[in-house]
């Protein structure tokens, strides 16, 4: 008995001397602050706020110091009294500069995005193509005159326009399924890029919440709540380039704020036959605090774009002399497109640990592009120019419920369960031989798409101190329908399939400084309703098996090195062809890779940094020497030298890289690699800011978009295939006025 009564105190002395410290963190003008990190530096425990700020940690004592740190906020360190203990704590944070230091590795932080995160505020996105490129790895080629989606890749994926990659903003898909010119087509350009405030992003299909087209990773883009403040800009350069910016607070109040930006852009491009681009863009949106901790949001934006191109070119005619490298065979190629967005955002924090996010959204989308890739091989006569349209509208919605359950001592468990549901109405989807982007010589397909994707998902993460389990699972069901306007009888086909994806990660942190992680998954991309059918459903989701084991280290608190050593196998897929309205299958492939990336600060006013990626890319069902896999990337870097808060100055300077890569699957073929630098310059004073951007600072000759290509020119008695290329812009200078009040 005495040795129980022993172990009794003990446990009583140590329950005293231990205990939980309470608090909420707000900003300085009182608003919550979500997922702020808590870190107690004597036990190496740690905490998180939720939706209202309110944090709690356990294992806390008298004269534990405690860290409170969240990115662009001034880090406050208190020393625990027992006033504390009793009566909590109430942190009000202050603004700062973004900085490494700032970061804490935790195994509920994604350190990646924070890192990107200061990368976007040290150097903010400037224009609609760098918004993709600020995710590391990431490349981006554009090959139509400035209107088409630009064609992306990432991890040794020739992504095309979208198909292996989940893109999003606010919860508003981008991907479009079963669209005229390719499965999955992202145009991003309905985004203003001063609105962007974050960049959430991962790599592999490890997410539960993210579903189609997520096997390379995805990007989630969040816009601005509210303005810090109005600014007008104007900016003016090369090749007739235009574009202006207004960004207007329309109401700040206690329970409600509302703003609007508009931009409209021109350019010529430094093309022979000038693209006539011109793009304009309207956004608003509106925030209310409800009672009961409750946020709506309410946001409508609309895009129109037009556009002439002088398309791709083919190698031959450029060394025989028959056109420059800005030349053009065909240069009537361009287009139009539009669309207008409707979303409706709402949370409400239910009790401290639970939080219901809900998302509803409408889009109305039209697109008509004209092309010539071939020039005369299919029509000697009138040429083979074609065009691919469609009016499109998409319905959605999702819902989530979130809740963390603190457990005794062991861990703490918290878990997501959503249901959503999305529904594409494509009408008119058509690809057409035409003549002069008016005379219609041949419907190649033409008919209607309705495509529903209802889905379901589980996501749970343990939290055991040091170490994150994170299990979770995901269910799609798809519903395809595609009604063939071209027979001569009513031809409406359909065919459904569900997909289960399980995933799991898992993250330790021995120390605030090192973070170790390991992710695998499954995921998948749908392919367009018209292979669906045509191969009465079968092999219609091909599956991605992916894993990922890496490492995040804070060298010191200026320093920050990462790496990741990866794998993805893809099932065999079949792709439809837009382009020729045909279905391709490509076969299972493999990629491995690495992804190395470092951040350094080296003083105050000056930030570098730098990411280089090589991928090994094959198909596993051809013979070697015959399993490459056309443009996969296999090697590609990105890196730079930003300075801020130097004066009055700031500005910067980078570089994108990416190796020679074969165009064909035997590699007979190389698309040509490319280096290429820009710089950036700004003077503030006062109110206004005074900048200019260089693009291809050192005039670089380079292709931004290349293919091998089978085509056949209008004298030519034989067809050819070879590289064929749209130039990369040269020397670019412009400059640029902002005005904020």
């Known amino acids: 008995m005495k040795l129980v009564y022993f172990w009794v105190l003990v446990l009583c002395c140590a329950v005293m001397q231990s205990q939980v410290l309470e608090g909420k963190v707000r900003t300085q003008n009182n608003t919550p602050l979500e997922d ?31 860290y409170i740190s969240y990115l662009g906020y001034e880090t406050t360190i208190i020393t625990i009294t027992n006033k504390n203990l009793q009566e909590g704590i109430t942190v009000s944070l202050a603004k700062a500069t973004v900085s490494l230091g700032q970061i804490v590795l935790t195994p509920e932080i994604n350190t990646l995005n924070q890192i990107v995160e200061i990368d976007l505020k040290n150097n903010p996105v400037r224009n609609s193509q760098e918004i993709l490129r600020r995710v590391p790895g990431l490349f981006i080629g554009q090959h139509a005159g400035g209107g088409k989606a630009e064609q992306i890749f990432l991890r040794g994926f020739d992504i095309d326009h979208g198909t292996d990659i989940n893109l999003s903003v606010d919860g508003l898909p981008v991907n479009m399924v079963s669209h005229a010119h390719g499965q999955g087509y992202s145009d991003l350009h309905f985004i ?39 600014s007008v800009s104007v900016e003016y350069g090369d090749f007739n380039s235009l574009r202006t910016v207004g960004m207007f607070n329309l109401l700040d109040t206690k329970a409600s704020n509302a703003y609007v930006a508009t931009s409209l852009n021109t350019f010529d491009g430094p093309f022979d036959s000038p693209q006539n681009f011109n ?107 074609i065009a691919q349209s469609e009016d499109r509208n998409i319905l959605g919605f999702s819902t989530a419920f979130s809740e963390k359950i603190k457990t005794i001592d062991a861990f703490d468990f918290e878990y997501t369960a959503g249901v959503g549901v999305r529904y594409d109405d494509v009408n008119d989807v058509a690809l057409s031989r035409t003549k002069n982007r008016d005379e219609i010589l041949e419907r190649l397909a033409f008919g209607n798409v309705d495509q529903i994707n209802g889905y379901t998902f589980l996501n749970t993460e343990l939290d055991f101190g040091n170490v994150s389990i994170n299990p979770s699972v995901r269910l799609d069901y798809f519903k395809f329908d595609y009604e063939n306007f071209l027979t001569e009888t ?40 018209r292979v669906v059918v045509a191969n009465s459903g079968e092999d219609i989701l091909p599956a991605a098996y992916g894993a990922d084991v890496g490492a995040l280290y804070k060298v010191t ?21 837009g382009d020729a309205g045909i279905v391709e299958p490509s076969g ?44 996969a990337p296999d090697l590609t870097s ?19 890289y990416i190796k020679d890569r074969p165009a064909n699957e035997d590699n007979s073929i190389v698309a040509e690699g490319y280096f290429v630098t820009d710089l950036n310059l700004n003077y503030t004073y006062k109110n206004i800011v005074f900048g200019v951007a260089i693009e291809n600072l050192f005039d670089t000759e380079w292709n931004e978009t290349q293919f091998a290509t089978e085509s056949r020119l209008f004298n030519e008695p034989e067809p050819v295939e070879e590289i064929h290329f749209t130039p990369g812009t040269p020397f670019f200078i412009r400059g640029k006025v902002t005005i904020n009040f």
Not at 36 to 53: L, P, Q, R
Not at 214 to 224: I, P
Request: hydrophobic share 35%.
């Open 36 to 66: 702020v990190g808590v870190f107690n530096k004597n036990k190496g425990s740690h905490s998180h706020t939720d939706a209202n700020g309110v944090f709690v940690l356990e294992n806390v004592s008298i004269n534990d110091v405690i």
């Open 192 to 230: 203003i890029p001063e609105t962007i405030e974050t960049i959430d992003f991962g790599k592999g299909p490890y997410y539960a919440e993210r579903g189609d087209f997520t096997t390379a990773g995805y990007v989630a883009f969040k816009t601005k709540k509210q303005l810090d403040k109005s």
């Open 279 to 385: 793009r304009f863009n309207i956004m608003g949106r509106y925030n209310y605090w409800l009672p009961n901790n409750q946020e709506l949001t309410l946001t409508a934006s609309h895009f129109q774009s037009k556009w002439d191109a002088s398309g791709q070119i083919p190698q031959r005619a450029v060394d025989a002399g028959l056109i420059g490298r800005f030349g053009a065979i065909d240069d009537t190629e361009g287009g139009n497109t539009s669309r207008t967005n409707l979303l409706v955002n709402h949370t409400k924090v239910l009790a401290e640990n639970q939080k219901l996010t809900s998302t509803a959204f409408y889009t109305h989308y039209d697109f008509e592009l004209f092309s010539n890739f071939t020039f005369f091989l299919e029509d000697p006569v009138n040429g083979d120019q």
């Open 490 to 529: 009513y031809d409406n086909r359909s065919e459904s399939k569900v997909f289960a994806s399980p995933k799991l990660n898992v993250t330790y942190s021995p120390t605030n400084n090192l973070q170790l992680f390991a992710k695998t998954g499954i995921g998948f991309h749908s392919n367009d309703a």
């Open 557 to 577: 608190d200026n320093l920050i090195v990462t790496s990741t050593l990866w794998t993805l196998f893809l099932d065999q897929e079949f792709v439809y062809v």
């Open 588 to 631: 299972k492939s493999r990629r491995l890779g690495v992804d190395f990336g470092m951040r350094y600060e080296a003083t105050d006013w000056l930030y570098l940094f730098g990411d280089i990626n090589y991928t090994y890319a094959r198909s596993t069902e051809e013979p070697e020497g015959a399993d490459f896999i056309p443009l």
């Open 638 to 656: 990105v890196g730079g030298i930003t300075i801020n808060n130097l004066g009055d100055f700031s500005g910067g300077l980078n570089y994108r």
